[in-house]
């Protein structure tokens, strides 16, 4: 083991303990999770690995690459929900060396060291490599793809064109056409900060689009070729939908993402306040400064970008995660070397942000405990029946929340004072609290809001039945029921399930809003009852 190697052997160590254990823990989370997880598991039932299917039908709403990962892991680790993050896990180790490498590179070992604490010491970069979403390998290729194009601009070397472009190509075959849409606006921004000149040959732009649609191509072309137009026409008709209209009721006004990044990136996002202002030493490392345009130039066009879609889904801003953190980094870096001193913003904002997550964990067990108290206060039927699953709960685990609470007011008061001192603790707070937080909370929040559903599809694991949810969408049935391959073409059909000639047991599932019109089906009967869903079964 060489000195060089020293590094990346221990983060990659770190980056294991944390991520990986614990995966399997608690089920997968209806719709995102479940919904990729359920494409690769259908691609080892079918054996079908060009063409992304959900429930046996074509699923034009992502391209395959990550389904890809996903069923290779499940072939390894089995159809479960380790091997459906396994993935991730996978990319969080990848994505904390190259934090480390390329901050180096651009800003020094300060700003390095930082920068990949800054990640996995803030809750929501943290939190998604635990999980089985697309974004964070999706995130991984545009950020590669983003320092290429830093290279391009410096060296001008063909390699780093093409890099550019491999990297971009492997984010639309995660993602899609969102992928060209970052990279073109945040290509154009940086062409009118350059005063409207391209720094490099427009061949070199060549090279990087030919790259890209050579590697995009693998599935794209050869879907083209071998199926003809209609699953591509489709899958960019949902891409624009996605843009144009709420997908599913997930709407949110235009500063949502603003305050999920404000309050999910949690410490880094605090030091983003160190920005606002005039500070005399404000000179970092003069190689970092190209770094650092390209770095705002794609947090603020993944920001304003999201915020105008009308689809608001948490993750659709976790692009902005690298140049947020790495700004923050470099703040940090200022701050530990005393070439800036904290400014009020800085330190409010710390105070705020740090008291109201703090309180927000010490005061969870309290809610489960009182439930019965809020209830009045809701008026959603399903929410109401969710708090009545029985979650066992108890004043002692406040002490996750009163540990970090302590925290928070220990740095509070000094943060600016002794910075070195105070930032040290929180990094090793921070990640102590969320690792606490994501294995022991987290199985109790999913024990409210859908374990009552996935024990009733368990059950069918296998078996030749149909289950099919009334009024609401879910993917959940198909993961855990563990649904076969089936020939009856009409199994899609909501009013042949209810009203035609079935050819094997048929059950039904309804969330409590909406139960009462079917409850009056005199061919449906009545089984059960549990915590917002109401479980019929065909007579």
């Known amino acids: 083991m060489t000195q060089k190697s020293t590094p990346y052997l221990i983060i990659a160590l770190v980056g294991m303990i944390l991520f990986i254990p614990f995966l399997g823990k608690v089920h997968l989370f209806d719709w995102d999770e479940i919904n990729f997880a359920e494409c690769a598991r259908e691609m080892l039932v079918t054996k079908n690995y060009l063409r992304v299917q959900i429930d046996y039908s074509p699923f034009w709403e992502k391209p395959p690459l990550f389904i890809w990962l996903q069923a290779l892991s499940m072939s390894v680790f089995g159809v479960n929900e380790f091997a459906a993050r396994f993935p991730n896990a996978l990319a969080g180790i990848i994505t904390l060396m190259v934090l480390f490498r390329i901050g180096k590179k651009v800003a020094g070992m300060g700003t390095a060291t930082f920068w990949t604490i800054l990640y996995i010491a803030s809750w929501l970069p943290h939190f998604y490599f635990k999980t089985g979403i697309i974004d964070p390998i999706f995130n991984l290729f545009i950020f590669l793809a983003f320092y290429q194009i830093h290279l391009l601009t410096k060296t001008q070397k063909t ?31 940086f062409i009118l900060l350059n005063r409207g000149t391209l720094p490099f040959p427009w061949s070199k732009l060549f090279v990087v689009a030919f790259s890209a649609f050579v590697v995009s191509f693998i599935w794209f072309g050869i879907e ?16 624009i939908r996605l843009m144009r209209t709420e997908d599913a009721d997930h709407g949110g006004p235009f500063f949502y993402h603003w305050i999920v990044l404000l309050i999910g990136c949690f410490p880094a996002s605090a030091l ?27 947090f603020w066009v993944v920001l304003i970008l999201f915020s105008l879609v009308k689809t608001k889904i948490i993750h659709y801003s976790s692009l902005c995660y690298f140049p947020l953190t790495y700004l923050a980094a470099l703040k940090v870096n200022e701050l530990w070397m005393a070439r800036e001193r904290m400014n009020t913003a800085t330190l409010m904002a710390f105070n ?20 019965n108290e809020l209830i009045p206060f809701f008026d959603d039927p399903f929410a109401v029946a969710n708090l009545n699953a029985q979650v ?38 921070q990640v102590l609290v969320i690792q606490l937080t994501i294995i022991h909370f987290t199985p109790k929040i999913e024990a409210y809001s859908q ?3 996935i024990d009733f599809y368990k059950q069918f694991e296998g078996k030749q039945v149909y289950i099919h949810p009334l009024g609401f969408k879910s993917y959940a049935v198909f ?26 047991p048929t059950y039904f599932v309804s969330k409590i809003q909406n139960a009462e019109q079917y409850k009056k089906l005199p061919q449906l009967e009545l089984l059960y009852e549990k915590n917002g869903f109401v479980f019929f079964k065909r007579k």
């Open 479 to 504: 993961f855990y029921a563990k649904k076969p391959f089936m020939n009856q073409k009409q199994y899609h059909n909501q009013d042949w399930l209810l009203n035609g000639k079935v050819d094997r």
């Open 272 to 298: 983003l306040f160190q920005y606002i202002g005039r500070n005399r030493k404000r000179n970092f490392a003069p190689k970092s400064k190209d770094f650092s345009i390209w770095m705002w130039i794609l």
């Open 451 to 453: 374990r009552a559903a």
């Open 352 to 371: 705020f942000l740090g008291i109201l997550l703090a309180l927000a964990i010490t005061l969870l067990p309290v809610v489960g405990i009182r439930k």
């Open 392 to 429: 066992p709960w108890s004043y002692m685990e406040c002490i996750i929340g009163l540990i970090y609470l302590i925290a928070m007011l220990m740095i509070a008061f000094t943060l600016r004072r002794f910075f070195k001192m105070s930032i040290l603790i929180l990094f090793a707070v």
């Open 159 to 189: 390699n780093a064109a093409i890099l550019t472009g491999v990297f971009l190509g492997l984010a639309i075959l995660t993602k899609g056409p969102v992928t060209i849409l970052i990279a073109a606006i945040s290509w154009l921004v």
């Open 224 to 239: 083209w070729i071998k199926n003809g137009p209609w699953f591509m026409q489709e899958f960019i008709r949902y891409q």
